[in-house]
């Protein structure tokens, strides 16, 4: 019998209604729950389901309970402190409104819930005209006035720092900063596996259930930066025999890499010590290894076992996002510069986030 760890498995996510959400989730080919507004198809949760092959109907948090090592690695291990979730929470977030003015705390601040923090990062699919992104506080608020704001609920928007939202753009938001997806925006989402969200505004709306949905103010100002005001991130093209690459962004938690196949087109991955994720966002491709492969069409999503190569052949001219734990030195740093691309474009690919950084710093002699 084929080991089912030796091949790519395709995932069915989890829909989650939100008030904020849309239908537009339904152009990736999903068939969505009921009739009204889903907010995000959150495809890598613990209980999202392999689809097809030997595993069909498993949850992916009891595909990780069997064997942690072999399905996420050391690297993946590492990124979650040890514990056995899958390091990669990937979403697609559909927002038809403003989402609530929220922030996420650190893996320290979210120690005290037994919980891991979260980083995460945007990569705008698709945004409607005047879309924009609530990024941090605007420089002249001080935390004193935000404070005040939130707790009486006035002028909260006004206090941000609202950037346009661009297709095509990425940005890491590390945990701590006050953020906002704005309505009109269609995004790809990488984060550190953790679901903490503190609302400090709401914009007065009401949940599914027809209820007002609860701010965590106390929670949410004792751990945010009123200094983090990230932006979008310029893609760094790679060398490649086939196909064209970009890393988009990349920390200790997780890199995620945008690769364009022409029909026919090859490619291997790797990444050895942490599984990847491979969500299609148009065309189609196979991805294989030894032991045989699956097709993942566009808004599908396959993953890969810690220690799976994967060889990609483009069925029809196919766009997809990569997203693994990477090792910064051989995977990001090295590559990056030996494309050519200067030492502070290669640290910007982790927003103010000081991991690249210190990389660079501490890389040995002929090491990039």
């Not at 000081?354 to 002699?365: A, H, N």
Request: proline share 8%; aromatic share 4%; net charge negative.
């Amino acid at each position: 019998m084929t080991d089912p760890l030796a091949l790519p498995l395709k995932l069915t996510p989890r829909f989650d209604p939100k008030p904020w959400g849309g239908r537009r989730l339904e152009r990736f080919g999903f068939i969505l729950p009921g009739a009204g507004p889903i907010g995000e198809a959150v495809i890598t949760a613990g209980d999202a389901r392999v689809a097809g092959g030997d595993l069909d109907g498993i949850s992916l948090q009891a595909l990780v309970d069997r064997d942690p090592e072999r399905v996420i690695g050391a690297r993946g291990l590492a990124a979650t402190g040890g514990n056995a979730l899958f390091p990669l929470l990937i979403k697609l977030i559909d927002a038809s409104e403003d989402l609530s003015i929220q922030v996420h705390p650190c893996n320290d601040a979210a120690a005290a819930e037994i919980r891991l923090g979260k980083t995460e990062t945007y990569h705008v699919l698709a945004s409607a005209a005047g879309s924009t992104i609530a990024l941090g506080l605007l420089p002249e608020i001080s935390a004193t006035d935000f404070a005040a704001a939130c707790r009486t609920g006035m002028g909260v928007s006004e206090r941000l720092r609202w950037i346009p939202a661009r297709t095509g753009e990425s940005i890491l938001i590390p945990a701590g900063t006050v953020h906002a997806l704005g309505a009109g925006c269609l995004v790809f989402e990488a984060q550190q596996p953790s679901e903490i969200t503190y609302r400090l505004h709401d914009w007065d709306r009401l949940g599914i259930d027809g209820g007002p949905r609860p701010l965590h103010l106390d929670d949410g100002l004792a751990v945010y930066d009123p200094a983090s005001r990230p932006g979008p991130i310029a893609p760094l093209g790679l060398r490649s025999a086939s196909g064209r690459r970009h890393l988009l962004t990349a920390c200790r938690y997780f890199a995620v890499e945008r690769i364009a196949l022409a029909r026919g087109e090859e490619m291997s991955t790797t990444a050895t010590g942490s599984p990847h994720t491979l969500t299609v966002l148009r065309g189609a491709v196979e991805a294989g290894s030894d032991v045989g492969q699956v097709a993942v069409a566009g808004g599908e999503t396959a993953i890969a076992a810690a220690a799976c190569p994967v060889r990609l052949r483009a069925t029809a001219p196919a766009v997809l996002l990569r997203t693994w734990v990477p090792d910064l030195l051989t995977e990001i740093v090295i590559p990056a510069l030996a494309a050519g691309h200067e030492p502070a474009a290669v640290s910007a690919l982790a927003g103010s986030l000081p991991d690249i950084t210190t990389v660079l710093q501490d890389r040995p002699r002929g090491g990039g």
